[in-house]
């Protein structure tokens, strides 16, 4: 039993004893004629930026870019559905280089899942693509850009767009998205 309670005592003096970290600063604006909003910001790391619009719009882009273009070459494999076991749906794999686009199909759609855009012939949209400087796009979306690294996402969190930037060019950037 005196073994149990210092068992106890010293697991619970591990978890009290831990030091948080800082939480990061987070700052509000709201842009009236584009409607974008920074909901938060790390010091010197991530800054996030809500905007359903720019998130949708760009997702339809590469859909569209991936189906239309010949610079890829695709990776097809069997995936099970994980709502119903008896139904093998698809994953679809776009290379280019060292980029690559993941795309999931059902019997009734498809979807884009993730993407690492490292080559600048890809392109997000017409006028956004790797190799960009941080000034011309923060012109396209009409916001500062604070950081190296901007997480642009849909509303839920559930989809988002992530621009790595390095000595003021864009280097890469990154797709999540949410498959149910």
């Known amino acids: 039993m005196k073994k149990t309670i210092l068992l106890l005592l010293g697991i619970m003096m591990c978890f009290s004893c831990k030091q ?8 509000l604006k709201i842009s009236e004629p ?4 920074i909901i938060e910001k790390a010091e010197n790391e991530i800054q996030y930026i ?5 998130v949708i719009n760009w997702e339809n882009n590469l859909e569209n870019f991936c189906s239309k273009s010949s610079l890829f070459k695709k990776q097809i494999e069997p995936y099970e559905n994980h709502h119903d076991e008896t139904v093998i749906d698809t994953i679809k794999t776009f290379i280019f280089e060292k980029s690559n686009l993941k795309f999931y199909k059902a019997v009734n759609f498809e979807k884009l899942m993730s993407a690492r855009i490292i080559n600048e ?12 400087t941080k000034s011309q796009f923060e012109k396209i979306i009409k916001t500062e850009i604070e950081s190296d690294i901007l997480n642009i996402e ?4 559930s989809i988002s767009f992530i621009f790595e930037f390095n ?3 864009l280097k890469i950037v990154e797709f999540e998205g949410y498959i149910d």
């Open 20 to 27: 948080n970290k800082p939480s990061p600063k987070i700052e």
């Open 34 to 37: 584009n409607g974008i909003e």
């Open 50 to 54: 809500e905007n359903d619009t720019l």
């Open 121 to 132: 012939e890809i392109k997000i949209s017409e006028s956004i693509n790797v190799g960009m």
């Open 154 to 157: 849909n509303l839920e969190g």
């Open 167 to 169: 000595n003021g060019t």
